[in-house]
Structure formats: C-alpha cells, structure tokens
C-alpha cells in the first residue's frame, strides 16, 4: 500500500503495469551503475537525496517502494523524502525512456510506441471530455506525453518536497525548521536514513525487484 493524494492503495490495472515497466527499465539502469562502481562518478537523476547513496541502497529502495507501491499485503511506508525521490526516480527515468522513445528512429514506427501505449492504458480513458481526448498513439509531440505522465505521477505523489532538499540544508536550522513548518513538512522528513543492506539483504531486494517485474534476473 502507498499513501497516495487519493488515499491508501495499490495500483492496479494499467497504471501497476506502467510501474513495473518503469522499476524493471530502472532497475536495469542501477544494476549497470553498480556493477561498474560508478555511483561516485555520475549523478544521472539530478535529485541529490537519491545521488548520493551507494548502488546497493538504491537498489534496495527501488525494491521497498515496488512492493509498497504494487503490494495490498505491505504496509504503507513513511512518507519521508528517500522514499518519495526513489517514487521520483522511477517517473524522472520513465520520462526520459519516453523522450528517448520518440526521437528514436530506429525499428518500425509500430514497435517503438512501448512507452505511449503504456501511458494510454494507464489513463483513465474513459473519464476524459470528448472536446479534450487524449493524444492518438501515434502522436510525437513530447508534452502531450509528458502532461499525462506528470498527471499520473500526481495521482502517486503528493508534491515534489523531495526535491528541495538543498534549500533546506544550506539554510540556518531555525530557518529551515520555520520553512517547513509553514509548508507542513515533517520535521524529521530530510532525516530519515535509507537501508544499507548488507550482501544478504540485497539478493533478498533482488529477489523481490524479479517477482514485482515477473522476470528471473541472476546474480
């Protein structure tokens, strides 16, 4: 379970499959850093919070959030800034796999549509005005994607606090605890640690990442 602006719950339908794609694509993307240590050489995903963990943490955090986020029987985690950026992360990476989508032109144009027919299944289709329809699948234009996917992504999360971490840190405690309180931030929301697993715990992650993905990855 996730707690979500529409409540607790656990995606289902289209928008659990949307998800899992994105966790299955990112985590290939993680795998690929870890296992060429280069966690302390590239910082792709431009959300400080999540940059700065080793390979193994995220790892782990993509695991814990998957199964929050696709899981009826898991409890609903803290909503603290490492899990709402790892939430971030999948959608940020999405996006750019769906950019990456529509400049490509490699393949028939048939089979490099993965992305657009995700999104499409994971809208509520039947809710929008006839004067407004959603774009056909066949449309490059890459903010007509985008707004569905930030629409999606804002039925998840809350807002984007995970992102001014920065703001925070450079500024006087006294400050910092005031700017939080005015926007109804927990105090302890930029604190929180993430798990470190140890080698034990992180095959577990990884065996969690390969039955929410469906696939049967060895390590």
Same mark, same amino acid.
């Given at each position: 379970?996730? /707690?979500?602006?529409?409540?607790?719950?656990?995606? %289902?339908?289209?928008?659990?499959?949307? $998800?899992?794609?994105?966790?299955?694509?990112?985590?290939?993307?993680?795998?690929?850093?870890?296992?060429?240590?280069?966690?302390?050489?590239?910082?792709?995903?431009? @959300? =400080?919070?999540?940059?700065?963990?080793?390979?193994?943490? /995220?790892?782990?955090?993509?695991? +814990?959030?998957?199964? !929050? &986020?696709?899981?009826?029987?898991?409890?609903?985690?803290?909503?603290?800034? @490492?899990?709402?950026?790892?939430?971030?992360? @999948?959608?940020?990476?999405? /996006?750019?796999?769906?950019?990456?989508? &529509?400049? +490509? #032109?490699?393949?028939?144009?048939?089979?490099?549509?993965?992305?657009?027919?995700?999104?499409?299944?994971?809208?509520?289709?039947?809710?929008?005005?006839?004067? #407004?329809?959603?774009? !056909?699948? +066949?449309?490059?234009?890459?903010?007509?994607?985008? +707004?569905?996917?930030?629409?999606?992504?804002? /039925?998840?999360?809350?807002?984007?606090?995970?992102?001014?971490?920065? $703001? *925070?840190?450079?500024? =006087?405690?006294? $400050? !910092?605890?005031? @700017?939080?309180?005015?926007?109804?931030?927990?105090?302890?929301?930029?604190?929180?640690?993430?798990?470190?697993?140890?080698?034990?715990? &992180?095959? #577990?992650?990884?065996?969690?990442?390969?039955? &929410?993905?469906?696939?049967?990855? %060895? *390590?």
């Amino acid at each position: 379970m996730w /707690k979500t602006p529409e409540g607790e719950r656990t995606l %289902k339908g289209g928008e659990a499959a949307f $998800v899992i794609e994105a966790i299955s694509s990112l985590w290939d993307e993680l795998e690929g850093q870890f296992a060429y240590d280069e966690d302390d050489d590239c910082t792709p995903w431009n @959300i =400080p919070i999540f940059d700065r963990l080793g390979g193994g943490q /995220k790892i782990a955090l993509l695991a +814990s959030v998957g199964r !929050a &986020l696709l899981r009826e029987d898991v409890t609903s985690p803290e909503l603290n800034a @490492i899990n709402e950026a790892t939430v971030g992360v @999948i959608f940020d990476y999405a /996006k750019a796999l769906l950019q990456f989508e &529509l400049d +490509s #032109d490699e393949g028939e144009e048939e089979d490099r549509r993965t992305w657009r027919r995700l999104l499409l299944g994971a809208s509520e289709l039947g809710t929008w005005p006839a004067d #407004d329809p959603p774009p !056909a699948e +066949s449309c490059d234009e890459f903010w007509e994607w985008e +707004s569905l996917l930030d629409g999606l992504a804002d /039925k998840i999360l809350w807002d984007d606090d995970w992102r001014a971490e920065e $703001v *925070f840190v450079d500024s =006087p405690p006294r $400050v !910092a605890n005031a @700017i939080k309180e005015s926007m109804g931030i927990n105090p302890n929301y930029y604190t929180d640690i993430a798990p470190d697993p140890n080698d034990s715990e &992180l095959q #577990d992650a990884r065996k969690t990442l390969n039955e &929410l993905t469906g696939r049967s990855r %060895k *390590f």
